[in-house]
């Protein structure tokens, strides 16, 4: 069981430190983008970066707050999806 524990603790710490790492891209809208955080790590934005453009961030900053109560102002929200698309979108298909 110790070392079960251990081995729990020692990943734990290994995902910690990767966070740390992790950094959004400078731009207009970040500070608002930073909001994101209170829920989920930053690897979810970079994660998804190569997948979704701007529709698709909206929707995902709908889902965040609608479905999982994201505690995003709604004054921040087009701000977050722009730096969003911006930084992290990946180009409309026309």
Not at 36 to 45: A, G, K, R
């Amino acid at each position: 069981m110790a070392a079960a524990l251990s081995l729990v603790f020692a990943f734990i710490g290994a995902a910690a430190a990767q966070e740390s790492d992790i950094a959004l891209k400078e731009g207009a809208g970040k500070d608002k983008a930073m909001q994101c955080v209170t829920c989920h790590s930053l690897d979810y934005i970079q994660m998804n970066s190569p997948f979704l453009d701007r529709a698709g961030w909206n929707a995902s900053v709908a889902k965040m707050i609608n479905t999982f109560g994201a505690p995003i102002p709604k004054e921040d929200v087009e701000i977050i999806v722009n730096y969003l698309v911006q930084n992290y979108g990946r180009p409309s298909v026309k």
